[in-house]
């Protein structure tokens, strides 16, 4: 298995630009979320799923739209771009949808600047 | 509201001696707790999880997380260090406002030198 993979690994935008991260993976997972990573303040949810078609809003979730239509791909998408969206982006998968017992899989990451 | 504190941004050890890196919760039931590390420009590795049962849980590269629910930590242990120790570690817990949610500490950076 490939596990949880993310593209791209670096990605560089101007301020207003759109573009999707994108994240598969390959274990048959129910849950799949994205977080983003900056200095000092942990790991922070921005959109989760339960599934394929069910999506919900996580901590800091402005400026972000995602869909799941199918259980293997959860794409994450910025609408127009901002320098306050520079973070490194991770997703992650977990077989339990609800998340409660069993840990979560998480991608190589991938490091987004906006400038 | 739930949170996990990791109140040491780094924690340095010299190789060879026990490590401890502190996690401390506020849950208002009871915890899921868990342990992740992070290796340089890598994603998330899990490490350990404590839901029920014995208060001391083992898990991954030889560490182990002590529960002490008077004192509200978790903290995560290893009696010896190793150099390839060096990395983030997060504590983590579950969100019972939303079971689908999890919480994460800001990270401590353990520092292992030769």
């Known amino acids: 298995n490939a596990g949880v993979t993310q593209t791209p690994k670096f990605q560089v935008l101007k301020t207003g630009q759109s573009m999707t991260l994108q994240c598969a993976q390959d274990m048959n997972h129910e849950y799949m979320s994205w977080y983003r990573q900056d200095p000092g303040m942990g790991l922070r949810l921005i959109h989760y799923?339960?599934?394929?078609?069910?999506?919900d809003q996580g901590e800091v979730p402005n400026g972000y739209n995602v869909s799941r239509s199918t259980t293997e791909d959860f794409p994450l998408r910025l609408l127009s771009a901002a320098p306050s969206q520079t973070s490194v982006y991770f997703c992650?998968?977990?077989?339990?949808?609800?998340?409660?017992?069993?840990?979560?899989?998480f991608g190589p990451g991938t490091r987004l600047t906006v400038t | 509201a739930q949170s996990v504190a990791q109140p040491e941004d780094q924690v340095n050890v010299a190789e060879g001696n026990p490590l401890t890196v502190k996690c401390t919760y506020s849950?208002?039931?009871?915890?899921?707790l868990f342990w992740y590390v992070q290796y340089p420009n890598r994603g998330l590795q899990f490490l350990l999880k404590y839901i029920t049962g014995d208060n001391l849980v083992k898990g991954s590269y030889g560490f182990e997380a002590e529960f002490n629910k008077s004192q509200t930590s978790f903290h995560l242990k290893k009696p010896s260090a190793l150099v390839s120790d060096s990395a983030l570690y997060f504590c983590?817990?579950?969100?019972?406002?939303?079971?689908?949610?999890?919480?994460f500490g800001s990270g401590t950076r353990l520092s292992i030198r030769p």
């Open positions: 799923s339960v599934g394929a078609g069910i999506t």
């Open positions: 849950v208002s039931g009871n915890p899921y």
């Open positions: 992650a998968s977990s077989p339990d949808p609800k998340r409660r017992l069993y840990e979560q899989y």
């Open positions: 983590a817990v579950r969100d019972y406002s939303s079971a689908s949610k999890i919480i």
